[in-house]
Every structure is written in structure tokens, then in C-alpha cells.
């Protein structure tokens, strides 16, 4: 008799892309000519720009001949990489990261859940609503109690994000040990400024916490007080280790690439509070289990650090930041209320009436064939709350902008 891990039957069922997956196709179903628009899903639709496809091919055309061929490369990452990462990610904002506390791997959502393989049972604080994935991994890592009736657990501790701290989460008044932020933040769409992470950092470094810091939306950040990295603060060193996926920043989420870095600072305590380094163990956990990412999607990467990459990259960036300007302008003439969108594609509405998420879902895709997100399948602070992206075409967010300021909220 094979035993499973009892962890994964405390998982609560995600029902959240598939519930929406199944109305969708129910509406299409009995209304196929609806011209429906997708606004929903936290995914780049451009292409993948010249400069990168370029190196990507020419990298494959090195796999085909013997004298440049590679096989295994090093586990963390060619050093090419994490030479332009070191340089343009993090000198250019005077921040002294070394090469080898980045590690290359194949997304931040393998990293954020991975990364808890090197963590005995701690107290986990995680925002609420929150990506899906900290509380997820966390059940099945044994580190959450039973589930509760408002679909959280207990043992983990949330930090409600809502309307009254603008949706930042707020430092809390007791001892935790991991924290998970992300900023700019998805769902929300919005972004810790420097005081508001110094405050996370200054917490972390009198309470012996480690901030588990996702930045996978870095790039989207418009305003100078918004840091782009978390070791922008003094002594996050001491006390953070960064996400950062290249996903949504420069299109990778098909092609799978993104760093953390696990600076040689960070400790962590055997139960007889003997100190270990975080960054070893982790090295250990990464060799043991990864074998690396592969050699051309490592030199599609590096050619973003480019002078051509990184202008195309950025002109990527900049139509979906003008999407966002479009569909906040669009909401503001509606009379609607939202958050972000100006650091982030991710735009969170406020539904009008006390209207719950879902039936504000029902709304945009009944009257105006409009698919987004409900807010409560990222937490029930999340209810109440619809999520729209930047990710659609500008055709289909212009179009998506006038439905909804032609219907009326009132009627
Ligand atoms: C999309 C996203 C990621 C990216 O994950 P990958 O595995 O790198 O594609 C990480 N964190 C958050 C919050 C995200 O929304």
C-alpha cells in the first residue's frame, strides 16, 4: 500500500481559472457570436522581439555543430548571464549583488515554492488576496493547519490587504519568520514604495524574519519612489531573498526563464540555534534537484541586456503600460473605482453596488462580453473586487474600455 502525502488532501480545490474557463465556454456556447474579449489571464500576448529571437536561433544553430555544441551547463546559470544580470539589474541602481548569489532557473513560480525545501516549520505571513501559489505551496509543504470555512488556514498567518491600507500589507504587531511580498503586486496592482519596504526590512531584521521578496513585475514600474529591487534598502542583504522572472517583464512566460538571488548574508537556525547559511543550502537544493536552463534560452535572455533588446523589450513594455492608461482613463470616465495599474498591468476595479466579484463577472460577461478576473479567488479580502489586465491587444482594450462606458452601472 503506497502512502500519499496526506498535505496535498488539505489543498482546497482551486476553482477560480476553471470556473471561469467553464461559464466562458457555457456563455460562447448558447451566444456564439458574442465578440467576447479577454481581459482575465496574467499573460503577454507579443511576440518575442527580433534581438531575442535572433540570439535564440543562433544559439540553437551552436547546438548543431560539434565544436560549439554544449551539454550540461553549470546548475546556477551560465556566467554570461548572471554577469549582465549582476550588471544591469542590480550595479546600475548601486546595489552590490555577487554573481554567485543568482540562480538561473526555469520560473518564479517553481523558485517561490521551491524555495520552502530549505525551511523547516516556520510561521508564514502571506497578503491576502495574494498569488495563489504562496499559500498553495505552503499547504502541501505541511507548513498550514486545517482549512477554514472562509477558504484560508489556519497556521498560516494573512495580512489583509483592502481599501483602508491600500492594499499594502501591514507589518504586523508580532513575531513571524517567512514573509511573502510581491510588488509591484499581483493582484492588486499595487507597489511598496521605498518606506513601506524599508519598514518590512527594518521588521525582518529585529525579528530574525526572512522576506520572501517576488518582484516579477519589476519592469511595469513607472514611479521613481517605487524600488525596482528590494536590496535597494539598506541591509536587505541580511534578510530578503528576490524573485524575479522574466515571464512578464520580458516575455518569457512560453519560453521559461527567470533569477533569484539568495545573498550570502541571509542565515538560518538549527533548532539549537546554530547558524546556517541560507545561500548553501539552497545552492545544495538547486544542484541536487535542477540541472540548469537551457543554453538558448539562456542566450534569448541575454540578448534583452542588449542596446536593441532592451529597447524593443521596453517598447513591449510600454504598449502594455499604455493599455493600462487606456482602461484606467476608460474606468475613471465610467465612474468606476480601481487601483494600479501605474506600476503594474494589473488593474483591480472596485465593484459598484456591493456587488460580489462573481456577479460583477457575470455582469461584464453577460452585458458586455468582457472576461476578467474575480478578486475573491485570490482571498476573500479579494471579494468585491474584479481584476482587468493590460495584456490584451490595444484594439480589443480600446474596444473592452467603450463597452463598459457605454453600459450603464446605474440601471
Ligand atoms: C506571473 C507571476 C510569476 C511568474 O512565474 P513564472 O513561473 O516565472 O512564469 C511570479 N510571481 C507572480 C506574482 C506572478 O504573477
Not at 514573509?179 to 525579528?207: F, Q
Not at 504598449?319 to 474606468?331: E, K
Not at 456587488?355 to 479579494?382: A, C, V
Request: proline share 5%; net charge negative; aromatic share 12%.
Amino acid at each position: 500500500m503506497v502512502l500519499v502525502n496526506e498535505n496535498y488532501l488539505k489543498l482546497q480545490k482551486n476553482y477560480l481559472f476553471s470556473d471561469i474557463a467553464r461559464k466562458t465556454r457555457d456563455f460562447i456556447a448558447a451566444n456564439p457570436k458574442a465578440p467576447i474579449i479577454k481581459l482575465g489571464i496574467g499573460d503577454t500576448t507579443l511576440p518575442l522581439p527580433p534581438t531575442v529571437i535572433k540570439a535564440f536561433h543562433d544559439a540553437v544553430d551552436e547546438m548543431a555543430d560539434a565544436t560549439t555544441f554544449r551539454g550540461y551547463g553549470p546548475e546556477q546559470g551560465y556566467a554570461f548571464l548572471r554577469e549582465l544580470i549582476v550588471e544591469h539589474e542590480y550595479r546600475t541602481r548601486g546595489v552590490s549583488i555577487q554573481i554567485d548569489e543568482i540562480f538561473i532557473s526555469d520560473g518564479s513560480k517553481c523558485d517561490t515554492g521551491n524555495i520552502l525545501d530549505i525551511f523547516g516549520r516556520n510561521t508564514i505571513a502571506i497578503s491576502d488576496p495574494s498569488y495563489p501559489v504562496y499559500v498553495d505551496t505552503n499547504v502541501m509543504a505541511g507548513n498550514a493547519g486545517d482549512p477554514t470555512n472562509h477558504g484560508q488556514y489556519s497556521n498560516i498567518v494573512y495580512l489583509p490587504c483592502n481599501e483602508s491600507n491600500l492594499f499594502k500589507p501591514e507589518i504586523p504587531a508580532f513575531h513571524v519568520d517567512l514573509i511573502y511580498l510581491c510588488s509591484p503586486n499581483n493582484p492588486t496592482g499595487t507597489a511598496l514604495n521605498y518606506g513601506e519596504m524599508k519598514s518590512w526590512v527594518d521588521y525582518a531584521l529585529r525579528e530574525n524574519a526572512i522576506i520572501l521578496f517576488d518582484a516579477a513585475y519589476e519592469r511595469f514600474i513607472t514611479e521613481d519612489q517605487i524600488p525596482h529591487s528590494i536590496y535597494e534598502i539598506p541591509e536587505a542583504q541580511k534578510v530578503a531573498i528576490e524573485f524575479r522572472s522574466f515571464s512578464k517583464t520580458a516575455g518569457f512566460t512560453g519560453t521559461r526563464c527567470a533569477f533569484t538571488v539568495v545573498p550570502k548574508d541571509l542565515l538560518g537556525f538549527d533548532s539549537n540555534q546554530k547558524n546556517f547559511s541560507i545561500h548553501a543550502l539552497w545552492n545544495r537544493r538547486h544542484c541536487t534537484k535542477f540541472n540548469g536552463v537551457s543554453y538558448p534560452v539562456q542566450k534569448a535572455i541575454a540578448a534583452i541586456y542588449s542596446q536593441k533588446g532592451s529597447e524593443e523589450i521596453l517598447r513591449n513594455i510600454q504598449y502594455y503600460q499604455h493599455n493600462a492608461q487606456i482602461i484606467r482613463d476608460g474606468l475613471n470616465k465610467a465612474g468606476l473605482e480601481f487601483y494600479g495599474g501605474i506600476n503594474s498591468p494589473y488593474i483591480w476595479v472596485k465593484s459598484p453596488q456591493d456587488k460580489s466579484s462573481w456577479e460583477l463577472f457575470d455582469l461584464f460577461l453577460h452585458q458586455m462580453h468582457i472576461i476578467g478576473t474575480p478578486g475573491s479567488g485570490f482571498g476573500p479580502n479579494g471579494e468585491g473586487y474584479f481584476r482587468l489586465t493590460a495584456f490584451g491587444s490595444q484594439k480589443d482594450t480600446q474596444c473592452a474600455i467603450e463597452r463598459i462606458q457605454n453600459y450603464d452601472f446605474n440601471a
